[in-house]
């Protein structure tokens, strides 16, 4: 098991659905125990998502949360404008404002340019899919269980478009190639596959491991990078876990555990969802302050 030192030292990256959030229900009721935890510990649980920045705020302080957050898959990391302590480096990604008194370092591609991207292969090509895009709010509800207000939410995309694909294996993966030719790339996630900028849950990772605490007050301070603690379910989380100093795959009831390669101890949980979630919180913080006290 990969030793995590101190404790105040470590950030907790997760996904939300099929994750924190119960695939079905979307509840994160069963994660509360390990949510508790870290909160007690000190330890920033940072929610990096596919979801939009509209859904993930009204969650955040539903879950008592206030760290900054990544959404749609990697391509915006968000605090509050109080979060910044110093101008942050901007090599690999822009700091913008946005509403809400907030700030955003945008490492993704502008929805905008993604819909050109569509409306251009669809001028090209007859293949067959369909996303958000082309959706009403009643219809993504219905297509992913959602309420009508949290699918209002879902549809406020800024860096990506979720999509259904209904083409042949060969055709999406010229649909794939043709994206990657304008610096796009899709990602498979657990309903939908993302066209989106060039980047995932990984990229803001690696930032704020190297500048975050030196630029966002809610990081740990220390005399070596953070550690960090994954969690996530499915394809699109692969990047972030690989990335994992301790890498959590979480047992869903659609679909396989995600193939990750890492070189990390992976753990993979028993229990479903936020189930599993708080039973690998708990077992590694655990284990974490054996091997601390033993040192």
Known sequence: MTSFG??????VSTDLDGTLLDHHSYSFDAA????TRCAALGIPVIIN???????????????????????????????ADNSWRSPCDQASAKLEPRGNGARQLVFGTSRGTIIDFIDGVRTNHDWKFEGFNDWSVNQIAEKTGLTLKAAALA?????SEPFVWHDSAEALTQFTSAAESKGLSVLQGGRFYHLQGNTDKAVP??????FGAKTLTAMPVGNYPPNLICLGDSH?????LNAADHPVCVRSPVAQ???VSTSNEI???????PVGWSEAILSILAQTQTNHRSE
């Open 257 to 259: 555990f995600p193939a």
């Open 6 to 11: 101190d404790l105040a030292n470590t950030i």
């Open 32 to 35: 509360r125990a390990g949510l």
């Open 49 to 79: 998502t596919s979801k939009t920045y509209a859904e993930v705020i009204a969650l955040q302080a539903e879950i008592g949360l206030d760290t900054p957050l990544i959404v749609e898959n990697g391509s915006a990391l968000i605090a």
């Open 267 to 273: 753990y993979y949980t028993q229990g479903f969802g």
């Open 205 to 210: 990772l690696a930032w704020l491991k190297r």
């Open 155 to 159: 549809s406020r995309k800024e860096f």
């Open 236 to 240: 699109n989380d692969v990047a972030m």
